[in-house]
T-cell receptor
Framework: GAGVSQSPRYKVAKRGQDVALRCDPI?????LFWYQQALGQGPEFLTY????????KSGLPSDRFFAERPEGSVSTLKIQRTQQEDSAVYLC??????????????FGSGTRLTVV | KQEVTQIPAALSVPEGENLVLNCSFT??????LQWFRQDPGKGLTSLLL?????REQTSGRLNASLDKSSGRSTLYIAASQPGDSATYLC?????????????FGGGTRLMVKP
């Protein structure tokens, strides 16, 4: 596609519910990143994929967060047993280069998750 | 651990003013620094990328400088326009982390009044 597509755009979840957020990167992009952006703050790194391999998951805040990219294209970020502090915008970015940073990312518009 | 700070957090100026946004980082061992723009409800758009060996980059009315040794970068916007209203984020990629992520500042929310 022409850009990075994320769905849903908005998600309201009841505390304790599981959610799945989807990212469709630009076709052929090798690198894919997930970031979490709390209201009024800058994005914070969650995890990084190179093709289907998850090379860095150091930013995932707890074991309730899980990400996958099984075929090296679409990625899903899953959050189990959501809590109020999980409320944030989740941004996905992709890059045609390995590593991405320094060669230009394309960011999606994000999924705004609200846990009530 | 790298920390990135942006000052001011918010800025309101009349149209036509030249303005400077500031970014500081604690670890000078970086590969590069990027400035992004974020419009409400939208993703991030890359504005300028400065490699660690460079001192500045220019694009149109935007000029970004980098002083790596002092851990500072500035984004200069000339002749500001209402369409420049957005949040501006700076981010660095560290040499000292094995991963490839960016560390972002908290952003500066800019409003340019007509």
């Amino acid at each position: 596609g022409a850009g990075v597509s994320q769905s849903p755009r908005y998600k309201v979840a009841k505390r304790g519910q599981d959610v799945a957020l989807r990212c469709d990167p630009i076709s052929g992009h090798v690198s894919l990143f997930w970031y979490q952006q709390a209201l009024g703050q800058g994005p914070e790194f969650l995890t990084y994929f190179q093709n289907e391999a998850q090379l860095d998951k150091s930013g995932l805040p707890s074991d309730r967060f899980f990400a996958e990219r099984p075929e090296g294209s679409v990625s899903t970020l899953k959050i189990q047993r959501t809590q109020q502090e999980d409320s944030a915008v989740y941004l996905c970015a992709s890059s045609s280069r390995e590593g991405g940073a320094g060669y230009g990312y394309t960011f999606g518009s994000g999924t705004r998750l609200t846990v009530v | 651990k790298q920390e990135v700070t942006q000052i001011p957090a918010a800025l309101s100026v009349p149209e036509g003013e030249n303005l400077v946004l500031n970014c500081s980082f604690t670890d000078s061992a970086i590969y590069n620094l990027q400035w992004f723009r974020q419009d409400p409800g939208k993703g991030l758009t890359s504005l300028l990328l400065i490699q660690s060996s460079q001192r500045e980059q220019t694009s149109g009315r935007l000029n970004a400088s980098l002083d790596k040794s002092s851990g500072r970068s500035t984004l200069y916007i000339a002749a500001s326009q209402p369409g420049d209203s957005a949040t501006y984020l700076c981010a660095v990629r560290d040499r000292n982390n094995a991963g490839n992520m960016l560390t972002f500042g908290g952003g500066t929310r800019l409003m340019v009044k007509p």
